[in-house]
């Protein structure tokens, strides 16, 4: 295997930089907490770390001992495990930055191809990229998509029942996947909590259709929906 030249090394780094700064052009649009830098750093990492571990391996076939060329490239991926796992967020029943840590993922497997001079399979991961972050988000606006909500609901302790809150849930095209029943003897109410499944494009519709109905249901103290 013939030494990597300087010039080499400079347009695989260029390379990885450029597809890092496509993924992050797109990340950083849409105000995503990795964006255009750290997309562009994650990329020129890995593809630094891939030059690397070549350089290491050709100046070895004299020595006694040969690296392994792909050790580097597979720590790499542990470690961006961890800046990934950074990027997503969870509030109650919502998570965001999944895609972006998928991103990130991503453009590190970029690095690595860059790094390795795999150009052609580089360039190919970059226009699936392209596709993946530029096309596609036109297509999901039609696709029906499944949502998930929790209703609480604290009622009286003689007030609505169980079975009475499931047929007012289904009776408005809800689905309900689990109730949960808690009591509070002090404040003498029962607490219902329902995990719930419905259309993402009705979601404001149902849920306002069913604090309403449940507001005005006798016994019913408060209705929390989230």
Known sequence: MS????GEMVFRLIMASLAGFIVGWEREKHGRPA???TNMLACVASALAMIVSEVLFTQSESASWRPDPARLGAGVLTGIGFLGAGTILRHENVIWGVTTAASLWFVTILGLAFGSGQMALGFIGVGLALVILFVLPQFEKYIESDGFATLTV?????????QELQSRITGLGLKLQAMRLSYDLQKKERLLTCDLKLSKSNVVELSN??????AGCPGVLRVRWF
Do not use: F, M
């Open 3 to 6: 030494s990597l030249t300087l």
């Open 35 to 37: 964006g255009l830098r």
């Open 154 to 162: 604290a009622v009286q302790l003689e007030g609505l029942n169980e």
């Open 209 to 214: 259709k069913i604090v309403r109905d449940l």
